[in-house]
């Protein structure tokens, strides 16, 4: 069974950086589509970032410069390097994974319980 487990969200002010992590367990293979998505209140979820098996990244333009996704040493660690916080951002952060190597395409069948980040001006 997947497991995700996100960690890492806070409070910060505009300007300012957070790094959150997703452990990863039960994948029977090495290498998966993973991502972060985030809800704000009253919106849908968004995808942001996505990083395939090759480690491949993509961005939403509202995080392009700003987040880098990578894994961990052995894919069993997702993080989101957050720089430049803002308000905007406010959102609860959630780790996904696809049972796919590349991300075209790729449905996102396991989620983590979410991590708040709160961004204050």
């Known amino acids: 069974e997947v497991q995700l487990v996100e960690s890492g969200g806070g409070s910060v002010q505009t300007g300012g950086s957070l790094r959150l992590s997703c452990a990863a367990s039960?994948?029977?293979?090495?290498?998966?589509?993973m991502a972060w998505f985030r809800q704000s209140p009253g919106y849908e979820r968004v995808k942001i970032a996505t990083i395939d098996g090759g480690r491949s990244a993509t961005y939403d333009r509202s995080v392009m410069d700003r987040f880098t996704i990578s894994y961990g040493d052995t894919k069993n660690a997702l993080f989101l390097q957050m720089n430049n916080l803002k308000p905007e951002d406010t959102a609860i952060y959630y780790c996904a994974a696809s049972d796919h190597y590349y991300c075209d395409g790729a449905d996102f069948r396991h989620w983590g319980q979410g991590t708040q980040v709160t961004v204050s001006s």
């Open positions: 039960g994948f029977p293979y090495d290498g998966n589509c």
